[in-house]
C-alpha cells in the first residue's frame, strides 16, 4: 500500500486539474497490462506520477508556444553574459565529463559564503538533491514533515525512496513553523521541510524566525531549509550560517536568481560530515560540465545579480497593480513570482489559468486549499507581463 | 552490515590503487566524528566512496593538466560541430528548465530506432539512470547479478538503494553469459547486468549470443543490457530490439560515441509499462536544456558519427601496435578504448599507469583480479597517441 499520507499528497495533486500543479497520466489501468516485473514494496505502490506537467506539454496540446511563459518560476532576465559566454566556450569541451568533485565550484561557492569547501556539496539541482537526501534518509517507514500544499517534488522525491509524507496547513498562507516542529516531534520526522521564502505562496519568515525554528528543531531530525528563492529577499531573511549545526541543510539553486533553470545545478550548506555522506550515493559524475561553467561564471557576477533583483522587483510590483485594477489582491512576496488572491474559489483560479493559457500566456497555481484560491505569476520582462495584462482582462471578461 | 558481497566489491575497488578504478577517501574515521544523523539503514553502513576519482582531482595534485586525457573513454573526436552549435544556441535559453518529457529527442530516438516513443525514456546518463533503475527494483534483501570486475558504478548505484551486489568472474576476459545466468537463477537476482561491449575488458558477444542470453533470463529477473559503446561495434553485435519483451532494458548513451560526456543524456529502449515506470520515480526535470538541444542536433548528424567510429577504429589498430612495440598483447576491442595485457601482476600495470600519469599521460587500470593485469587506453587523437607512446617507452625503461 502507498502510505497514506502520500496518498493523500498525490490524490489532492491530481485533484487540482490539468493546469495547476498535476500529475501525469492516472496509473490505474497501468497495473492490470504490466507485466510482473519485480519491483520493490515502494515502485509497486507508487502512481506513474508528474509532479509538474512542463509548459511544453501544453503548447503541443495546444499546437503553439507560450508567448509569455510565466508559470515555473523561470528567470527571463538571467543568466548574466558573461555565463551564456562561459557555456558557449565550454561546448565544445562537452566531451570531456565534468569534474566530479565540482572542486572550483564548490571552492568559489565556499569563498562566497565564507565557509569551508567541506561545508558544499554540488548536485543536479535542488530537485536532483532532494533526491540524494532521500536516498540517505528514507526508507519505508521513515518520514518527513511539511507543509499541506508545500513543494511537491521534495515530497515525490522522499516517496520515490519509500518515504511518508505528513502534512500540517499553512497558517494564514504561510508555512507554520511551530505546527511543522510539533508534526516533527509527533511523528518523528527524519527531515523537515521548509521553503523561505515560500513557493508556491511567495511569503516568508524572517531571519530571526528561523533561526530559533532552528534551535526547536526536535532530536532526531534535520531541518531541510529550501532556500531557491533566498537571492530575491532581502538580507536579513535567511539566518546566518552555521556549518557546525547537524540541525540544518541548506538548499541553494543557480535556477532562479542567476537564471540558470536548465542548467540543472544546485548546492548544500551544510555541517561537513553530513556533506560528506552525500558522496556515500550521490551519482558523481552526475553534474553537466557546460553547467559547471556557466554557475561559476554566474556567481562571480554579483553586479548582474543584483541588477536582475531589481528588475524582478518591480515586475513583482507591476503584477501586484494588474491584480489590483482586477480587483485582486497579492501577497507580499519576496520571490520572483507574485500569487494573487482570486478572492472566490479554485474552480475560479482554474478557470483563469485556462483562461489565460488559451490566450498564450502560461502561469500556474497552488494546488492545495485554501490555497488553491490564488493563482501564481513569474516575474517577467514588461513586454511578458503586457501579455498577462492583456489576458486576464479577457479572460475575466469571459468568465464574468 | 554492508552486504557481504557488496563489501567485497567496495573493498577491492579500494585495493585496486589511487590509479585505477578507485575509491574515495576511506571512510573509516567518519562515523566517530559524525552527528547521528537520522540515516536510513543503508546509509548507516555504506563508504563514503567514489566510483572513479576524475582526472581533475589527480591533475590537482600534480598541479598540473594532463597533455593526454585517454582514461575516461570520453571521445575526443566528437560532438558533431552541428551540436556544439546547438548547445551554443541554447546557452542563452538556460533560464529555461528543459522538457521534463523529452518529447524531441524521445520522438527522434523512437523513429532512429524503428521503435514507439513509449519504449523510449530519457535521462541524465546511463549513470543517473541506473540510479533511476535501483529505485524501482533495489531495497534492502534484493540483488543485482554482475560480472567481478564488471562497471562498477552499476553496483554503487545499485547499492545505494540497498541493493546486494553478487559477481561471477569474468571468463577468458569476457563476461561469462551462462554464468550470469546461473547467479541470477541461484540467488534469485531482480537484475542482471552485462556490458556489451564490455567496460573494461573491451570484449564482447556477438548479437546471437547475447539474443540467446535474453531468451534464458530467470523468471523474476530483467537483464539490463549496458550498450554504451555499441555505436562503435558491427551492427550485428547489437540483438535484434523487441520492445515487446520484459527480460531486458537497454541502456544507450550520448557520452560515448556521440561524444558528450559532459552533458549527460542517456536513454533506454525497452517494454512501455517498464519504460512508463521510470516516472513513478525519475527526476522529471533533471536533463539539462542544453544537452537536449545538443543530442538532437548530434543524433540527426549520422554522417559526422560514421567518421567518428572509423577514426576509433584507426585509433584502435595504433593503440596496439604501440602496445605490440612494447611487447604487450592487446585484446580485441569493439569500443573507443584498447585493453592492453601487460603481462605480469597488478602491480606492474599499476606502476605503468602511475609513470604515465607522471608524464601527463592519464590512463586508467581494471580493477579487480585478473583483469588487473592489463591497462585501458581511450582512442584518443594522433597527437595524444604519440604522447602515449612515448611516455609508455620512457615509463617502461624506468620500470626495467
Same mark, same amino acid.
Given at each position: 500500500?502507498?502510505?497514506?499520507?502520500?496518498?493523500?499528497?498525490?490524490?489532492?495533486?491530481?485533484?487540482?486539474?490539468?493546469?495547476?500543479?498535476?500529475?501525469?497520466?492516472?496509473? /490505474?489501468?497501468?497495473?492490470?497490462?504490466?507485466?510482473?516485473?519485480?519491483?520493490?514494496?515502494?515502485?509497486?505502490?507508487?502512481?506513474?506520477?508528474?509532479?509538474?506537467?512542463?509548459?511544453?506539454?501544453?503548447?503541443?496540446?495546444?499546437?503553439?508556444?507560450?508567448?509569455?511563459?510565466?508559470?515555473?518560476?523561470?528567470?527571463?532576465?538571467?543568466?548574466?553574459?558573461?555565463?551564456?559566454?562561459?557555456?558557449?566556450?565550454?561546448?565544445?569541451?562537452?566531451?570531456?565529463?565534468?569534474?566530479?568533485?565540482? !572542486?572550483?565550484?564548490?571552492?568559489?561557492?565556499?569563498?562566497?559564503?565564507?565557509?569551508?569547501?567541506?561545508?558544499?556539496?554540488?548536485?543536479?539541482?535542488?530537485?536532483?538533491?532532494?533526491?540524494?537526501?532521500?536516498? @540517505?534518509?528514507?526508507?519505508?517507514?521513515?518520514?518527513?514533515?511539511?507543509?499541506?500544499?508545500?513543494?511537491?517534488?521534495?515530497?515525490?522525491?522522499?516517496?520515490?525512496?519509500?518515504?511518508?509524507?505528513? $502534512?500540517?496547513?499553512?497558517?494564514?498562507?504561510?508555512?507554520?513553523?511551530?505546527?511543522? @516542529?510539533?508534526?516533527?516531534?509527533?511523528?518523528?520526522?527524519?527531515?523537515?521541510?521548509?521553503?523561505?521564502?515560500?513557493?508556491?505562496?511567495?511569503?516568508?519568515?524572517?531571519?530571526?524566525?528561523?533561526?530559533?525554528?532552528?534551535?526547536?528543531?526536535?532530536?532526531?531530525?534535520?531541518?531541510?531549509?529550501?532556500?531557491?528563492?533566498?537571492?530575491?529577499?532581502?538580507?536579513?531573511?535567511?539566518?546566518?550560517?552555521?556549518?557546525?549545526?547537524?540541525?540544518?541543510?541548506?538548499?541553494?539553486?543557480? /535556477?532562479?536568481?542567476?537564471?540558470?533553470?536548465?542548467?540543472?545545478?544546485?548546492?548544500?550548506?551544510?555541517?561537513?560530515?553530513?556533506?560528506?555522506?552525500?558522496?556515500?550515493?550521490?551519482? !558523481?559524475?552526475?553534474?553537466?560540465?557546460?553547467?559547471?561553467?556557466?554557475?561559476?561564471?554566474?556567481?562571480?557576477?554579483?553586479?548582474?545579480?543584483?541588477?536582475?533583483?531589481?528588475?524582478?522587483?518591480?515586475?513583482?510590483?507591476?503584477?501586484?497593480?494588474?491584480? $489590483?485594477?482586477?480587483?485582486?489582491?497579492?501577497?507580499?512576496?519576496?520571490?520572483?513570482?507574485?500569487?494573487?488572491?482570486?478572492?472566490?474559489?479554485?474552480?475560479?483560479?482554474?478557470?483563469?489559468?485556462?483562461?489565460?493559457?488559451?490566450?498564450?500566456?502560461?502561469?500556474?497555481?497552488?494546488?492545495?486549499?485554501?490555497?488553491?484560491?490564488?493563482?501564481?505569476?513569474?516575474?517577467?520582462?514588461?513586454?511578458?507581463?503586457?501579455?498577462?495584462?492583456?489576458?486576464?482582462?479577457?479572460? @475575466?471578461?469571459? @468568465?464574468?
Amino acid at each position: 500500500m502507498l502510505p497514506v499520507k502520500t496518498k493523500q499528497v498525490f490524490d489532492r495533486q491530481r485533484a487540482g486539474g490539468s493546469l495547476s500543479f498535476e500529475s501525469g497520466p492516472a496509473p /490505474s489501468n497501468i497495473r492490470c497490462l504490466m507485466p510482473d516485473y519485480p519491483f520493490n514494496s515502494t515502485a509497486r505502490e507508487l502512481p506513474a506520477t508528474v509532479p509538474f506537467v512542463g509548459p511544453e506539454t501544453q503548447e503541443r496540446a495546444r499546437g503553439e508556444v507560450f508567448a509569455a511563459r510565466l508559470g515555473a518560476n523561470e528567470n527571463m532576465f538571467g543568466p548574466s553574459p558573461r555565463a551564456i559566454e562561459a557555456m558557449e566556450q565550454a561546448a565544445s569541451e562537452v566531451w570531456m565529463y565534468g569534474d566530479p568533485a565540482n !572542486h572550483d565550484l564548490r571552492e568559489a561557492l565556499a569563498r562566497h559564503h565564507n565557509v569551508a569547501p567541506e561545508n558544499i556539496m554540488v548536485g543536479e539541482g535542488i530537485d536532483g538533491m532532494f533526491g540524494t537526501m532521500a536516498l @540517505l534518509f528514507m526508507e519505508p517507514g521513515a518520514c518527513v514533515a511539511t507543509s499541506a500544499g508545500g513543494y511537491p517534488t521534495f515530497n515525490y522525491q522522499m516517496a520515490a525512496r519509500g518515504g511518508t509524507i505528513e $502534512t500540517t496547513p499553512f497558517v494564514d498562507d504561510k508555512e507554520d513553523l511551530g505546527g511543522l @516542529l510539533d508534526l516533527a516531534a509527533r511523528t518523528k520526522a527524519r527531515l523537515i521541510y521548509l521553503a523561505n521564502p515560500d513557493n508556491p505562496m511567495g511569503t516568508w519568515w524572517d531571519g530571526t524566525a528561523v533561526a530559533e525554528m532552528i534551535d526547536n528543531v526536535p532530536e532526531g531530525s534535520l531541518l531541510c531549509l529550501d532556500e531557491a528563492y533566498i537571492d530575491f529577499a532581502p538580507p536579513d531573511m535567511a539566518p546566518a550560517l552555521d556549518v557546525s549545526s547537524s540541525k540544518i541543510i541548506r538548499f541553494r539553486t543557480f /535556477s532562479k536568481a542567476y537564471g540558470m533553470a536548465g542548467a540543472r545545478i544546485g548546492y548544500v550548506i551544510g555541517e561537513a560530515s553530513l556533506i560528506q555522506a552525500f558522496d556515500k550515493v550521490r551519482n !558523481h559524475f552526475g553534474v553537466n560540465r557546460i553547467a559547471q561553467a556557466g554557475a561559476l561564471a554566474a556567481l562571480k557576477d554579483q553586479e548582474f545579480l543584483g541588477g536582475v533583483v531589481k528588475k524582478v522587483a518591480a515586475a513583482r510590483t507591476r503584477i501586484a497593480e494588474i491584480g $489590483t485594477a482586477h480587483g485582486f489582491s497579492s501577497l507580499p512576496s519576496a520571490t520572483n513570482f507574485v500569487t494573487m488572491d482570486c478572492g472566490r474559489d479554485a474552480a475560479f483560479s482554474t478557470a483563469i489559468v485556462q483562461g489565460l493559457a488559451n490566450k498564450g500566456v502560461f502561469i500556474r497555481k497552488p494546488f492545495m486549499a485554501p490555497q488553491d484560491r490564488c493563482i501564481r505569476i513569474s516575474a517577467g520582462m514588461p513586454k511578458d507581463l503586457d501579455l498577462f495584462e492583456g489576458a486576464l482582462t479577457e479572460t @475575466l471578461a469571459e @468568465l464574468n
